[in-house]
């Protein structure tokens, strides 16, 4: 029943357009505590800073299948940090399971469509209004390693305030299925001699501030989806890590200053089973990362990207609606 239901929303996708804009992840939940279970697990690097490693896990959600509505959003706010006040966090990644532990991928009708963490202690670089993203996650579950295998003492400072997720989960089973959400963190201590702090910077195709997700030109199968304008970088600084986030049926993503490629990260699809879905098709499984990109000055113009080809990957079933698209990084700056 799950793969007929899977292959008929995508026989709908190819006859419908018109997707209204998504939920901004920036908005400010209402604040209700969120409470999740930290296991401690063996640190890989830094070990003589006092480092440590934990997964958080929230939930359960019980999430009912992805038709009519397409997607659903949970929001976390004042969620249960990896570190009591501040840490230098070096190593994030995201993870979708069911309650039994094991992950869920698409092969199982299962999606971690995106997932945000954001903090109240600082506003964001990029859109001021709102808090700071500190990390992006979606279903490749790209393992941010900002310490490059340890080679480098650098990481996010977590701030000593309250930390929010943002997450949104698809279910393409024609049953409702209870999922965990969750987090994995290396870090030291804000105290760690040598420690410097990179600013993360988000970016998508739907401009600053923008809604996040836009809807893909009717009856055109290749196209590019590009931020309206440009972002003036505020500071000088060396541009150490990109990550870049792309929808299924996106191929590439860039990102530039001053019209010079600085980042080109590259979607993989279905490199392993979990990544092909009940209809047999390879969905996104890998993003490419950027190290060492170079030093950008005060002023530069920076624009996103995104080249999107459905004649190779088709979009995803999305509800009743096409599925949105998108051109996403994060850049992580040492100032």
Known sequence: MAKLLFLLLAAFMALVSGLPALQNPLAAPVKVASPGVVTPLPPQYFQSFGSQKVQITFGPFTVGNESPNGIYVKELPDATKPCTGSCYIYTHRAVLTYVNGTEAHINTGSMLKRSFISTNGRKDSVCTSQNEI???????????DLSRNGTATLGYLLPDASM???????????????????????????????????????LDSSGVCGPGMLTAPPNTPIFDTTMPGTYALPKSGLVWAVGGHLEDGGINLQLTGNGATLCASKAGYGETPSYVDFAGTPRISSMGLCFDVGNQTAGDQWSITGHYDLTQHPALPFGNNPAPVVAAIEAFVLH
Do not use: K
């Open 134 to 144: 500190a990390f992006l996650s979606a279903n490749e579950r790209l393992t941010y």
């Open 164 to 202: 929010d997720i943002y997450t949104e989960i698809l279910n393409y089973n024609a049953a409702a299925e209870q999922y965990n959400l969750v987090l994995e963190f290396e870090f030291v201590p804000s105290t760690a001699a040598g420690f410097r702090h990179l600013t993360p910077y988000y």
